[in-house]
């Protein structure tokens, strides 16, 4: 019973990216997962983003051209949108650590 309620808790801290999607895994994702693999809308709670994830990635997006090191706009918005909840984000796209580099406290979990 303990294992099964940290394992809920843990799951409305995560978000999940589309690449552990189409492996089949579910729970929250963001509405960007959702368009690129539209069969896990029925089993995935969905997150949109607000104005301050935008913000939040146009900044992430300058940073990280400076660095020379850019990744997609809709991958730093997913990002966003998970830092600036609090959530883990669960993916198997490691270009997502780079952010690390800018926001050290960004909680990512390669799988």
């Given at each position: 019973m303990?294992?099964?309620d940290?394992?809920?808790r843990?799951?409305k801290?995560?978000?999940?990216?589309t690449?552990?999607?189409?492996?089949?895994k579910?729970?929250?994702t963001?509405?960007?997962?959702?368009i690129?693999?539209?069969?896990a809308?029925?089993d995935?709670?969905?997150?949109?983003p607000?104005?301050l994830?935008f913000e939040?990635?146009?900044?992430?997006a300058g940073?990280?051209r400076?660095k020379?090191?850019?990744?997609?706009?809709?991958?730093?918005?997913i990002?966003?949108?998970?830092?600036?909840?609090?959530?883990?984000?669960?993916?198997?796209?490691?270009?997502?650590?780079?952010?690390?580099?800018?926001?050290?406290?960004?909680?990512?979990k390669?799988?």
């Amino acid at each position: 019973m303990a294992e099964k309620d940290e394992r809920e808790r843990s799951q409305k801290n995560t978000l999940l990216d589309t690449s552990v999607l189409i492996e089949g895994k579910r729970g929250m994702t963001s509405i960007f997962s959702i368009i690129e693999f539209p069969i896990a809308i029925n089993d995935c709670i969905v997150l949109y983003p607000e104005a301050l994830d935008f913000e939040l990635a146009v900044r992430i997006a300058g940073e990280l051209r400076k660095k020379g090191k850019p990744i997609g706009g809709i991958d730093t918005i997913i990002a966003s949108m998970s830092i600036n909840r609090g959530y883990t984000l669960v993916t198997r796209d490691s270009h997502f650590s780079i952010i690390k580099e800018i926001i050290p406290d960004f909680h990512l979990k390669l799988v």
